[in-house]
């Protein structure tokens, strides 16, 4: 079974090098990246989540379940340094990702891409990708499960 892995970017006001400094105190894994980013982990006994800083004031970080984005969220708002000017972090939501495939992709699935070009090009590109994607998910399973089976996979 495949765990859904959420991915969440907020925009925020963080001072970027006096965080960089605090999570230098309080976070054994601070790293920075060639780009500039700063990458840090947030460990418990439970679970470790990695989060990413931008320059610009991004803040990315993936969860599995509620629990962790409500704990690093918080972590975050308590642990971060507002620019000057500011009493406290905002964290405003610019988008979600959602992934259900690990990467590197199963055997199965990696089959699947562009394995048969017949097959791909019957089921994908004649019904169009926008037309695919407003499908309901029991036909997107349905046509997988086929796929598999022509492929002698299932």
Known sequence: MLEVVREVTYQSNFDYEASYEKLCCICPSVE????????????????KVWVLLSPKGKVQFAYKNEFEKLYVFMWLKQNLVPLPGYKEIILNPCHQNIYKIPYPAPK???MLWCDEETVYRK???TMGFKK?????????LRLLLRNLKKMGKF
């Open 132 to 140: 695919l994607l407003m499908l309901p998910s029991t036909f997107l």
């Open 123 to 125: 089921d994908y590109v």
């Open 32 to 47: 920075l990246m060639p780009k500039g980013c700063i990458r840090f982990s947030i460990l418990t006994k439970a679970f």
């Open 108 to 110: 199965v699935i990696q």
